[in-house]
C-alpha cells in the first residue's frame, strides 16, 4: 500500500550531497508532522529529523544536525530532506512518514510508534 512516496536516493561520494523528495499523492501533507527515518543493515530504525505542522518546531539527530535539512514545500505538497558532506555511515534506507497523533518536538527524537503513514523508502549509498 502506497501511502508516501520517497525519491532522491542513489550512491554519492563521501562529502557528496543528495536531496530526498517525500510526496503524499493522496492527502494534503501540510496537515501533518512528518519525520525522516533510516535503518542501516543490522542497526535499529532510529529517527534523524522532523517537521512540525506549523513549521514552529523542527529535531534533529545528534549525527546529522548541521549537514542535513528538513523543509516543506507545501505548494508541492511535498517534504524535502537536503543531506550534505555525507558520511559512510549515513548509508541506510531513508523513510518518510507522517502522523497527527503526536508533535515534533526539537528535543525529543521520533519514534517509528508517533507515525501512521509511511513510505516503502529510498537506498542512500555513501561510498567511494
Known amino acids: 500500500q502506497v501511502q508516501l512516496v520517497e525519491s532522491g536516493g542513489g550512491l554519492v561520494q563521501p562529502g557528496g550531497s543528495l536531496r530526498l523528495s517525500c510526496a503524499a499523492p493522496?492527502?494534503?501533507?501540510?496537515?501533518?508532522?512528518v519525520a525522516w527515518f533510516r535503518q542501516a543493515p543490522g542497526k535499529e530504525r532510529e529517527g534523524v529529523a522532523c517537521?512540525?505542522?506549523?513549521?514552529?518546531?523542527?529535531y534533529y539527530a545528534d549525527s546529522v544536525r548541521g549537514r542535513l535539512t528538513i523543509s516543506r514545500a507545501n505548494a508541492k505538497n511535498t517534504v524535502y530532506l537536503q543531506m550534505n558532506s555525507l558520511k559512510p555511515e549515513d548509508t541506510a534506507v531513508y523513510y518518510c512518514?507522517?502522523?497527527?497523533?503526536?508533535?515534533?518536538?526539537?528535543?525529543?527524537?521520533?519514534?517509528?510508534?508517533?507515525?501512521?503513514?509511511w513510505g516503502q523508502g529510498t537506498q542512500v549509498t555513501v561510498s567511494s
Open positions: 493522496g492527502f494534503p501533507l501540510d496537515y501533518y508532522v
Open positions: 512518514a507522517a502522523g497527527t497523533r503526536y508533535i515534533c518536538s526539537a528535543y525529543s527524537p521520533p519514534r517509528s510508534y508517533e507515525y501512521d503513514y
Open positions: 517537521i512540525s505542522r506549523f513549521d514552529d518546531s523542527t
